[in-house]
């Protein structure tokens, strides 16, 4: 069965970087694109970022526009997101998620596979 395993994900100071990273199993990985989501507490899970199934196109959010970077290597079957310049804001549970076919979605819903998540927390 298909399975995602989020990591990297911790506490972190206002300015600091994490890189999670996303590892996926039970499906043909090259067929299947990814996005990078997140839910604060008492908010909508939002998506951060996607990367298309050929790793030719990605879209991140524009409130995380400048900080945040998607990519993938198909060789590990693994998608990772790299967070700089970390804010409070930004502090929330973030899921990794996929889709077979080379579309990138916002709604979660159009998304069929979720990994547990991993908590960021970014404070002084």
């Known amino acids: 069965q298909v399975q995602l395993v989020e990591s990297g994900g911790g506490l972190v100071q206002p300015g600091g970087s994490l890189r999670l990273s996303c590892a996926a199993s039970?499906?043909?990985?090259?067929?299947?694109?990814f996005g990078w989501f997140r839910q604060a507490p008492g908010k909508e899970r939002e998506r951060v970022s996607c990367?298309?199934?050929?790793?030719?196109?990605?879209t991140v959010a524009e409130t995380v526009k400048g900080r945040f970077t998607i990519s993938r290597d198909n060789s590990r079957n693994t998608v990772y997101l790299q967070m700089n310049s970390l804010k409070p804001e930004d502090t929330a549970v973030y899921y990794c998620?996929?889709?077979?076919?080379?579309?990138?979605?916002?709604?979660?819903?159009?998304?069929?596979?979720w990994g547990q998540g991993t908590q960021v927390a970014v404070s002084s």
């Open positions: 998620a996929t889709r077979r076919g080379s579309v990138c979605r916002v709604s979660p819903g159009e998304y069929d596979y």
């Open positions: 039970g499906l043909r990985f090259d067929y299947y694109t």
């Open positions: 990367i298309r199934s050929d790793g030719l196109f990605t």
